[in-house]
Nanobody
Framework: QVQPVESGGGSVQAGGSLRLSCATS?????MAWFRQAPGKEREGVAS???????YYAAPGKGRFTISQDNARNTVYLQMNSLKPEDTAIYYC???????????????????WGQGTQVTVSS
């Protein structure tokens, strides 16, 4: 059963780092990270294809790095130089039905984790 499970969230001061993990199982084509801040819509952060190609949306460019361990069916999001505006619930998602792209857009993903809270204080 495909059920992404996130871990690694927490509280950190501005300038700090966190690494999120997402474990899943099944025949996955792509995996992605999204986030939703209070009062805002969910937005894509980064995604990665099974073969290794990566995609970054605007929130993930420059300070975040997505990677994967195919042997463990786990995807990571390394977040550096965190800012208070990075505070959000971070969701992992999996794509099991073929789409033309793995770009981190909600419509490309059909399984979602429960989310993990990231809080960055100033």
């Amino acid at each position: 059963q495909v059920q992404p499970v996130e871990s690694g969230g927490g509280s950190v001061q501005a300038g700090g780092s966190l690494r999120l993990s997402c474990a899943t199982s099944g025949d996955i084509l792509c995996m992605a990270w999204f986030r939703q801040a209070p009062g805002k819509e969910r937005e894509g952060v980064a995604s990665i294809r099974k073969g290794g190609a990566v995609y970054y949306a605007a929130p993930g460019k420059g300070r975040f790095t997505i990677s994967q361990d195919n042997a463990r069916n786990t995807v990571y999001l390394q977040m550096n130089s965190l800012k208070p505006e990075d505070t959000a619930i971070y969701y992992c998602a999996a794509q099991t039905v073929w789409r033309p792209t793995c770009y981190p857009s909600s419509s490309n993903y059909n399984y979602w984790g429960q989310g993990t809270q990231v809080t960055v204080s100033s």
